[in-house]
C-alpha cells in the first residue's frame, strides 16, 4: 500500500508541474491501491496505467519532453506500472523508452507496445522480415528484452504476425502476447481471434457511454481466461465534453469519484474482466488525477447503473 507519506515525498519530487488536484489525498487515504490479476499466471497490476496516444503522442513529437518525463514519474512514483504504447503513434515509444531508460524507470515499468506492419498489396501478408524488424526496433526502444506484452495492433494479419510473437514467447523475449481492437464492427473478428490464438491479452475500447464491449467481449475474455488493456475511457475528450459545464454528483463521492476523470476510470475498473486502464495524457497533474482512480472503492452495480443513466441523459458531444 502507498502511503500517504510516501505518496507526499513522490509528488514533491515531481514539483509544480504535477499541482495536487483536489480530492486525490482522499482517494489515497480511503483504501489500498487496486490490482487485478492477470488470468494465465496470477501476476497482479494496477488497474490504472498510462497511454500513449492522443497528447502524449503530440508531445512526444515536439523538442521539449519534459512534461512526458513527470507523467511518466508521475505513474511510476504512485503505484502505477503499465504504460501503452505502439510503434505507430508517432514518436511515443522511442521518446518514453529513452526517458524511462535516462531516469531509471525501465524496470519499473510493465511495457505493452504492439505490432502492425503494413501489407504489401491488398491481399499479400506482411513480409516477416519487415515483422521481426519492427520488433527488434521496439526491443531497442524500451532499452527492454524481454518486453512484458506485445500484442498484434487492431487484429492487423494475424496469421502472419502472430506466430512471430509467438515464437519470441517461446525464446523468453516476450512475456505475454495478444491482440487489439478499438472498432466495433472488428468485435466479430476480435471475438474469432480470442479463440483461435493463444493469447494472454487483449486491448479493447470501452467507456460509460461506450458500452459494447460488456456485451460480448468482456464476458469471453473472463470466459477464456484473457487479461484486458481498456483504451480510452473517456471517449478520447467526448465525455469530457459531455459534462463540462456540471459538477461531479455527491453520490460519486461514495467511491472516490472526486473528479470526471475518476468517475470514467472507476466505471470501467469495475467490470470485473477489466485488467487495466490505459487512458493517454501529456500532463503530470492530469497522470496524478487518473491514479487516483485506482485507489479506494469501485462503484457496485447500483453505482453502475446510476451513472450509465447520468451520462445517457446528456446530449452527445
Known sequence: MLTRRDYLKATAMIGAASALPPGLVTAFESGDLVTRAIPKTGEKLPIVGLGSSATFRSVAQTENVTALADVLKTLVENGGTVFD????????EEVAGRIAHDAGLTDKIFWATKVNVVRRGARGPADPDDVR??????????????????????????????????????????????????????????????????????????????????????????DLGIATLIYVPFGRSRLFSRTSNMEVPEWAQEFGATSWGKFFIKYVAAHPATTCVTPATSKAKNMLDNIGAAYGELPDAAALRKMEELIDGLPSA
Open 85 to 92: 504504447t505502439a510503434p505507430s503513434y508517432g514518436a511515443s
Open 133 to 222: 524488424a519492427q520488433l527488434e526496433r521496439s526491443f531497442t526502444r524500451a532499452h527492454k528484452d524481454p518486453i512484458d506484452l506485445i500484442q498484434v495492433h487492431n487484429l492487423a494479419d494475424l496469421p502472419g504476425q502472430m506466430p512471430i510473437i509467438e515464437e519470441l514467447k517461446k525464446q523468453g523475449r516476450i512475456r505475454y502476447i495478444g491482440t487489439t481492437s478499438t472498432r466495433t464492427e472488428r468485435y466479430p473478428d476480435l471475438e474469432k481471434a480470442m479463440k483461435d490464438y493463444p493469447v494472454d491479452f487483449i486491448g479493447v475500447d470501452y467507456a460509460v457511454d461506450n458500452r459494447a464491449a460488456a456485451e460480448r467481449i468482456l464476458p469471453l475474455a473472463q
